[in-house]
């Protein structure tokens, strides 16, 4: 049985080349059993490379995959304890949908009766009960996605792979799914690995996302923390939107530090960041931690100046650009040092829009807590 | 662009296809019409033919010794094309999943015999497999040789090699037959199996399926299209395959494309020959009819 303290994969030293291109670069990492892990990174990153090596699909060229403690080396795909929802979903367009759902069982020489209970308990969990007869091609995009997810569950494997298993969907279909998804996750327990370049379901999703860029594992953390404490600008860049200023470390204390940014101003920090005095280093700020205010509106200002001295984390400029997104407006505002910033702001009522429009003079403030200081 | 529809557009339309129609028409319809006449005709003298629309060409056409012939033909032509398709299968397999380097290097391997003429392929062939062809020379330095290895161990060598014949008898005919048609196996096979979706390859081998289960159940009914095209575009031209048996057949591998040239040449009746020629298009059109009438297989989408 599945250990549930030991990691059910674990990546050791993996690497992956395709001639003289290296795909995943010396990649180690733990998978815990149960958990909904994410592989997160931008095309052409190395993540579907790493699924596939866990699949069977490529062999790594160096390191090895272990799975629930046994090695993988040497152990073709159908012979493996995890199944694998295929991007295209790949489901076998000859035959019906309980046949499809059947394929694996039938193969692994499950006897008849069983075969029909396990492909009816399956559809149900994937709400396809009633479908069985259906051929795939008689199928919405999105109840061909159930169907691979049913044909995958109902071998009961170890670890569930999933290839970008919602970029064919649209998006309100795309978020319905990432809901059914962790529900389902919940439900029966098996650990999925997802791999997917869309932050949106990466965070929805996830209990733990591992941010990949150019073969190599650039963070692993929660969601909320990977949102919040990115640890370099990849990360932060590619989760979320963010401003990035360039600056230079000047007080770094146990509960205070400051960065002076040419482009922004000096930006105070209600805690330490361990970096080297005089370091160069990065600000980030994210878009929607920026407060927004006509000039002369007093009291959110005096509330910025209680947070950080001498009136700085303030800032002034003219707004250059206006998007109105419904939930959201988004502001480009070319700020007084010739630098611009993005800044977002909710409309919590019906003609908040209409308080700002383009070329107005506008402040802004942002909490000491707010700003991150990246290192790399 | 304006949309160049042949509906908004018919006479552009039909100043592009009058030629072809044309060539069509007068080149093969024509000539067709004439020879479908023809074999409801009576010779009349050594070259009058009088088409008194008689059915006495049919009738002898259809006498036992002839439909041997006809049954013959087809068992050879299905024979052949079943020997194409088991040994095309695997290597329009091969030709798919080669690497993108190697695959246009041996799918010109597969045409380059297309370059020769087919009088002198089959020419190549006869060398090949003549009493002091390759062949035979092969498989006597290989006799010759495993007797010396007996003698040398102190039994009892084997008798003095005889030539195998392998030319003019039924085997050669199919021989030659399957080398002929192989190509025009193996490109629909490898043309199906390259739309193939690679992805439901992987998924029947992730579901637990080994390579052989997932050819056959996955990969062969998936490429029916082509295995289909491949029969017919194999089967017919094997069943009025003339050249090959001519050449390479013996006297009792003559199939019925060799009985009608006999009859518009050495027997000068085109009457008779014409029926011949004539039941065995009608053959043809019912093979094709049967392969349009099969329940269509969905498409991987």
């Not at chain 2, 370059?115 to 390759?134: K, P, V």
Request: charged share 20%; glycine share 8%.
């Amino acid at each position: 049985m599945t250990d549930p303290t030991k990691p059910i994969i674990q990546i050791q030293n993996v690497s992956k080349r395709f001639g003289k291109v290296t795909a995943v670069d010396n990649v180690s990492l733990d998978i815990n059993a149960g958990e909904f892990f994410v592989l997160l990174g931008p095309s052409g990153c190395g993540k579907t490379t790493l699924l596939r090596m866990i699949a069977g699909f490529e062999l790594p060229t160096e390191g090895r995959i272990l799975i629930d403690g046994q090695d993988m080396a040497g152990i073709p795909p159908n012979k493996r304890p995890v199944n694998m929802v295929f991007q295209s979903y790949a489901v076998f367009p000859h035959m019906s949908v309980a046949d499809n759902v059947a394929y694996g069982l039938k193969i692994a020489g499950v006897k008849g009766g069983e075969v029909k209970d396990r492909v009816a308990e399956a559809l149900d969990l994937v709400k396809l009960g009633g479908f069985e007869s259906r051929m795939p091609d008689q199928m919405s995009g999105g109840q061909r996605q159930r169907v691979a997810l049913a044909r995958s569950l109902v071998m009961r494997p170890k670890v569930l792979l999933l290839d970008e298993p919602l970029s064919a969907l649209d998006a309100k279909l795309r978020a319905q799914m990432q809901f059914e998804l962790s529900e389902l996750q919940e439900k029966v327990g098996i650990t999925f690995v997802t791999v997917t370049h869309d932050q949106d379901e990466a965070l929805s999703m996830a209990c733990r996302i591992a941010v990949i860029n150019k073969g190599d594992v650039s963070q692993l953390a929660a969601p909320s923390d990977l949102y919040e404490y990115p640890a370099n600008r990849f990360v932060a860049d590619f989760v979320g939107s963010v401003n990035i200023f360039e600056g230079k470390l000047t007080l770094d204390e146990p509960d205070k530090a400051a960065v002076d940014c040419p482009g922004l101003g000096k930006v105070y920090l209600n805690h330490g960041v361990t970096g080297p005095h005089g370091a160069d280093v990065w600000v980030a700020l994210r878009p929607e931690k920026i407060y927004l205010h006509v000039p002369g509106a007093g009291k959110a200002v005096t509330a910025a100046a209680q947070d950080a001295p001498d009136g700085h984390n303030f800032a002034r400029g003219k707004i250059k650009g206006m998007s109105y997104l419904g939930d959201i407006t988004l502001f480009e505002i070319e700020l007084e040092t010739g630098a611009r910033i993005r800044v977002s702001r909710p409309n919590l009522s019906r003609h908040d829009q209409e308080d700002f429009t383009w070329d107005d003079k506008v402040s802004m403030h942002w909490r000491a807590d707010s700003p991150v200081v990246l290192l790399g | 662009m304006a949309e160049q529809d042949w509906k908004t557009n018919k006479g552009v339309f039909a100043a592009v296809s009058l030629p072809t129609l044309f060539w069509v028409l007068l080149f093969f319809l024509v000539p067709m019409a004439i020879v479908w006449l023809y074999s409801f005709g009576e010779n009349k003298g050594l070259t009058d033919i009088e088409i008194s629309g008689t059915l006495e060409n049919y009738k002898r056409a259809t006498e036992w010794l002839y439909l041997t012939i006809f049954g013959k033909s087809f068992a050879v032509a299905a024979l052949v094309t079943l020997i194409c398709l088991i040994v095309g299968f695997p290597v329009a397999m091969a030709i798919t999943f080669a690497s993108e380097k190697w695959r246009p290097w041996l799918l010109l391997g597969i045409m380059l015999p297309f370059w020769t003429n087919l009088l002198i392929r089959t020419y190549a062939l006869m060398m090949l497999l003549g009493t002091q062809g390759f062949a035979n020379k092969g498989l006597g330095a290989l006799w010759e040789g495993t007797s010396w290895l007996k003698t040398l161990v102190g039994l009892q060598p084997l008798p003095t090699w005889e030539p195998v014949q392998l030319l003019f008898n039924n085997f050669a005919v199919v021989f030659g037959l399957v080398y002929v048609h192989l190509p025009f196996m193996v490109l629909p096979l490898y043309a199906a199996l390259d739309r193939l979706d690679r992805s439901l390859i992987e998924a029947s081998l992730d579901l637990g399926a080994g390579h052989f289960r997932t050819i056959m159940r996955i990969v062969v009914p998936l490429a029916a299209p082509g295995i289909i095209a491949g029969v017919m575009i194999t089967l017919i031209p094997a069943l009025g395959a003339y050249l090959t048996p001519d050449l390479m057949g013996g006297t009792d591998s003559q199939m019925i494309a060799n009985v009608i040239e006999r009859q518009f040449k050495k027997a000068n009746d085109w009457p008779f020959g014409a029926a011949l020629s004539f039941l065995l298009i009608y053959a043809m059109f019912i093979l094709i009819a049967l392969q349009s009438m099969r329940k269509k297989v969905p498409e991987a989408s």
